[in-house]
């Protein structure tokens, strides 16, 4: 996440060798891998500035705003830790990762209608938004984002969705392809996916990372 330091004059070879970051920018990129979601504050059009100020080696890449994974799907870590204070959106990566082709199903369960959204929305404001599984709070959310106004996520004071509803009545909610690609790429990366604020996802962050 820090620009890659000169190697201290210092320092015995043995030790730097030791030390060299083991992620190289990948040339071999799966253009699959892409944001799943719409999110405000998207990094996609900045990447070509963002990518200028990326390290060419690094050790452990730290997304602490991960948010829809533009920045991740476009340089494709090996070795990573995203994380975001959204326990919704953390729970989409983990859901992905775990329980595709579950979540894919359960997505089909959907439908696309004013009533039908403002009946799913209303569900954090009932009991049994509590028993809800962890599939089936990822295929909300994920619902609920593509077809609210603008893709917005906001929640009010008690932490209950009130977004209005898009209609986007031709919108793809979930494209298969793409949620498997994403699942594929997290199980096959070491890395951590946590729910915390920005400070506590950077305390691990050593040198080269």
Request: charged share 30%; proline share 7%.
């Amino acid at each position: 996440m820090l620009p890659f330091p000169s190697p201290d004059p210092e320092m015995e070879e043995p030790a730097i060798a030791k030390a060299a970051p083991k992620n190289k920018r990948n040339k071999a990129l799966n253009h699959l891998l892409q944001p799943f979601l719409k999110w405000a504050g998207g990094k996609r059009q900045l990447m070509p500035h963002i990518r200028e100020q990326i390290p060419s080696k690094y050790n452990k890449y730290f997304e602490p705003f991960v948010g829809g994974g533009a920045v991740l799907f476009d340089l494709q870590p090996k070795k990573f830790r995203i994380s975001d204070v959204n326990a919704e959106l953390i729970n989409c990566y983990e859901v992905i990762k775990d329980n595709p082709d579950e979540l894919l199903e359960h997505i089909e369960t959907h439908h696309i209608t004013e009533e039908y959204f403002y009946e799913l929305r209303g569900i954090d404001r009932k009991p049994e938004f509590k028993k809800l599984s962890k599939v089936e709070r990822a295929s909300r959310i994920i619902f609920l984002n593509k077809t609210c106004f603008n893709g917005l996520f906001r929640v009010n004071s008690r932490g209950q969705f009130n977004v209005p509803f898009g209609n986007y009545r031709n919108t793809t909610i979930a494209d298969k392809f793409i949620i498997k690609a994403i699942s594929n790429y997290l199980k096959t990366s070491e890395v951590e996916i946590v729910c915390e604020d920005f400070y506590a996802a950077c305390e691990t962050a050593a040198k080269y990372d």
